[in-house]
């Protein structure tokens, strides 16, 4: 009697668990900008205010569609979107310009573990 061949693991699973902790960390981040807004902008039911809360809805569902292949682009388009903000709001473009950077590093990393992967080079494809 043979055993049954384990599963192989998805290395990508991972990463987007490391993506998803990104995405909330920065739902933090964003939100601690909601002070600001009450203090220098008139309160948060203004345009600014929205526009915080907007972000922090976007990337909490973005955090539940990482899954799909289109997710990545659809994050990068956040990020040029809130170093956009940079116009009604300058700390949350400030916040936008260091996420983009994170995210930058985190692409590059998921560049070169799908390279590693296709070359059969990381420890989970190794034969034991």
Not at 17 to 30: H, K
Not at 48 to 77: D, E, P, Y
Not at 106 to 121: H, I, P, T, V
Request: charged fraction near 15%.
């Amino acid at each position: 009697m043979t055993t049954p061949a384990a599963p192989k693991k998805d290395p990508m699973k991972g990463f987007r668990g490391i993506m998803a902790g990104t995405l909330i960390l920065e739902v933090i981040v964003v939100a601690l900008a909601l002070p600001i807004v009450a203090k220098l902008r008139g309160g948060i039911g203004t345009s600014a205010g929205l526009v915080v809360f907007g972000f922090i809805v976007a990337f909490i569902v973005m955090c539940a569609l990482l899954k799909h292949r289109w997710s990545i682009g659809a994050i990068i388009g956040l990020h040029v979107l809130l170093v956009a903000s940079w116009i009604l709001l300058p700390p949350l473009g400030v916040i936008g310009v260091i996420f983009s950077l994170v995210w930058t590093y985190l692409l590059w990393l998921r560049r070169d573990l799908l390279k590693r992967m296709a070359e059969g080079r990381l420890p989970s494809q190794q034969a034991k």
